[in-house]
């Protein structure tokens, strides 16, 4: 019970400090939506933007953080802080020096790299070249990010989660204050977007170096090279840059699929996609990094009746809140798009389109929800291949439906490939890890699942009836009265949702009650 409770203490920290993250991400794509629209300039900055973010996810979000929390909390579990800080300092100096090569090789062959994610654009010599352009402008950005997850699997392992979280913080204002400052003075006006992802990247790993600090952990001090815990993390990283990471892999494919598509789906696919990011970070990537230091002490002292719990327990809260997340998106989705991109030149044909992408994303949220859990419950168990052979089965079929479905529903159908493709995903991991979790560990996983989705259900039902009676059309209605309705339609949603799971009893909301009465403020542990 303690356990948990930090669980659900500690993903409402990173929780709240995603939110304002993805707010001001929000206020960022409006400010890009209205200066540049949907368009070439979007196009490319989005197909360049996306290399680096993927890699931060592949290797900072994903692979990097899960090889390397583990092994750093078995250090601290078992050896103590000035081993583990020591193994710290010998996995940040190896992998600066790493980076600053892959850096130099990803700028000499952004070509190659564009030819390959975005092929479709080879027909266009202006945008190749544009985006060939803003790939060498931001790729030093992955050195600084790539460091900062280190700083903090660091900071989370010792119980910090509110700093690292607010990271994203500083790019997105950086990018936002470029959007007004920097672009109207560049010769290219999306090139100064470019130089905000620099700014912001550098801005957050300064924010790491305060609280490190204050916990003791310097950099100046006598550095091991070739620490053994960094071979281990080297061992646990390199199928850890595929499993852990196949949901971004797939919207990397659905973007190399829709450069065939008419101009513009690039830029719809990123802003659905960028929507359905906002839950998903918001829930399903704060439990995951929330629980991720939990799950590898459990694992490091050999407790696996609490780290049964533990799963449970993540999966069921990330199930409760990313379910009728996701059917309120769905029922909302154009007042939704509307609300936050439509104007300047970004168009009604641009709010349908996307709001399109948004449905069939939206399918597949609480797949791209539960496989964020179980993935990390593998790496604490320092299983790297599950995840990849899972994930290889995975991206081959988003691949192949990606293909048949692009036809007839055309950017559409590469969004509801990528959430067909994690459902897959999620339901082979969940067969292999049913026996270690336990047949009635998992019956309580089902029934939370089923009881959250009931609610859920009568919950957008509601909501539809609320867009028939305010007559919410993105066509009549201004932004003003589109705000304020749909505002109405998802606090009274929200309120529904909370009655009906207090009338069903749910345990999840009782949980985050009592934690809410216990701790009158989440950030109470920085």
């Not at 449970?312 to 309120?328: A, K």
């Amino acid at each position: 019970m303690e356990e948990t409770r930090k669980v659900t203490k500690a993903a409402g920290t990173v929780g709240l400090a995603t939110l304002l993250s993805r707010i001001l991400g929000f206020v960022r794509d409006a400010v890009i939506a209205g200066l540049f629209g949907a368009g070439m300039s979007t196009d490319a900055f989005f197909v360049a933007f996306r290399i680096p973010n993927l890699l931060r996810r592949l290797f900072a979000e994903g692979a990097l953080s899960i090889a390397f929390i583990p092994i750093f909390t078995e250090y601290l579990t078992l050896k103590g802080r000035r081993e583990a800080f020591e193994f710290a300092r010998s996995t940040l100096h190896l992998l600066a020096l790493l980076l600053v090569f892959v850096c130099f090789i990803g700028m000499l062959l952004a070509p190659v790299i564009i030819f390959l994610i975005a092929p479709g654009f080879s027909e266009s010599p202006e945008k190749f070249d544009l985006t060939v352009s803003l790939t060498r402008w931001m790729f030093p950005y992955i050195i600084c990010i790539c460091l900062v997850a280190v700083m903090m699997g660091v900071l989370n392992a010792l119980g910090h989660f509110a700093a690292p979280a607010l990271a994203p913080v500083f790019l997105n204002i950086a990018i936002i204050g470029s959007a007004f400052l920097i672009a109207p003075h560049m010769a290219v006006p999306v090139h100064g977007l470019a130089v905000g992802v620099l700014i912001g990247g550098a801005l957050q790993m300064i924010l790491q170096f305060p609280f490190l600090i204050r916990e003791e952990f310097y950099f100046r001090e006598k550095v091991v090279f070739f620490h053994s815990g960094v071979k281990k993390v080297g061992r646990l990283m390199l199928p850890a840059v595929f499993g852990a990471a196949v949901y971004q892999i797939n919207i990397l494919i659905g973007t190399l699929l829709a450069s065939f598509l008419p101009e513009g789906s690039v830029s719809c696919l990123y802003y659905a996609d960028r929507l359905v990011q906002f839950p998903l970070g918001l829930f399903a990537m704060a439990t995951a990094t929330a629980v991720m230091p939990s799950l590898s002490r459990q694992a490091a002292i050999g407790n696996y009746r609490e780290l049964r719990d533990t799963f449970v327990h993540s999966m069921n809260l990330v199930f409760f809140i990313t379910i009728p997340s996701m059917v309120g998106m769905m029922v909302l989705r154009e007042p939704i798009v509307a609300m936050l991109f439509k104007r300047g030149a970004f168009d009604l044909q641009n709010t349908r389109l996307t709001a399109s992408a948004l449905l069939y994303y939206c399918l597949g949220l609480w797949a791209f929800s539960g496989v964020r859990i179980v993935v990390s419950t593998f790496y604490a168990l320092q299983d790297t291949r599950t995840p990849v052979k899972m994930g290889i089965v995975s991206v081959v079929a988003n691949v192949i439906l990606g293909i048949i479905l692009m036809g007839p529903l055309a950017h559409g159908g590469l969004a509801l490939a990528t959430s067909l493709a994690s459902m897959l995903n999620l339901g082979l991991l969940v067969h292999a890890l049913w026996e270690r979790i336990g047949a009635d560990r998992w019956r309580r996983v089902g029934l939370s699942f089923a009881r959250s989705t009931v609610c859920a259900c009568i919950m957008g039902a509601v909501i539809r009836c609320g867009l028939l009676f305010f007559e919410i059309t993105i066509v009549k209605s201004g932004t003003a009265e589109i705000f304020m309705d749909t505002g109405i339609c998802i606090i009274c949603g929200i309120a529904l949702y909370v009655l009906l799971s207090w009338l069903v009893k749910s345990p999840e909301l009782a949980q985050i009650r009592l934690i809410i009465r216990r701790d009158k403020g989440v950030f109470s542990n920085e």
